[in-house]
């Protein structure tokens, strides 16, 4: 049985808000001009050429019966995603963007891979049994020691299954960060709209549990992180841990175990007050925050009070 998650990415099924960020119909047109394979093959063509490319060369290399029906599917892409100038035909802006959206396969459902043994270490229990799967458009890392799911969130699928497995691990551990990072900042990394944290003990899936819980203005990506794991890239956790720092940045996460949920503890409800300890080489850190994440206290725990030697 899994017991926690350290990260999730969840969908809901709207905007906080209620507010639509485009237009339905306007929406549902841009769509609609790239439901056709045709459409898709030229979006996928321009992409691959570096240089603008003549109408006889997109003739060329797009399979399409005769040059009526080229017409045709050029001019529903034209002016969105598709320049015409003298020198040829190119993506714009948007067509670069759909062409992306084709590469990394991101509308794509059903890409899976099975779980896999990783050269890890439970950041809970210190185990080295720890597996990485792919399944619903996010990864999956979880311990066969303590029956934890590590962190689960949101990757690609064409890269997810293009890697090998240790390749897989690195880049979603960095990119996942790097997500954090930037949601920490206020800026969604899905939409690029403004995300809002705030600690939310009743979004915990078990006992020991304290999330953050971030909102998106816009898009219905909602994250739940540790608290840790949204410090960790603070500047005042940052230089706190200055000499810690070049070997954090190679530990994937879910390692180190004040990146995980159980690291934080409710220490007052009203208002909400949260300590988290931050074991690091010889350091040993205590840090309270309040209900939006606001570092209100950072405090080396003096050397008696420490629960056990810190090692390595
Ligand atoms: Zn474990
Ligand atoms: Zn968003």
Redesign the pocket.
Known sequence: MILSSTTDMVRQGSNSNGDTPCDETERGDTFSRLANTTRLEILQTLASSETPLSYSEVFQEVSVADRGKLNYHLRQLVAEYVHKSDEGYELTQSGKRAANLLATSSLRDGAKRSFQRIDSQCGVCGSDSVELGYRDGEAIVRCLNCDRQLTNFDFPPAAATAYSIEEFKDAFAQRTWTYFDLADEGI??????S?TFEIRPSAATDSDSVPAVGT??????GIRAPVGLLLSTRPRIQSALSDSQEKISRIPFWELEWCTFGSSEIQRTDPLVVELEIEMDDLYLSVEVDSDLTIKRLHPVPTSSQPNESGS
């Open positions: 969604c990394p899905f939409c690029a709209h995300i998106c203005s816009e898009c219905p990506a």
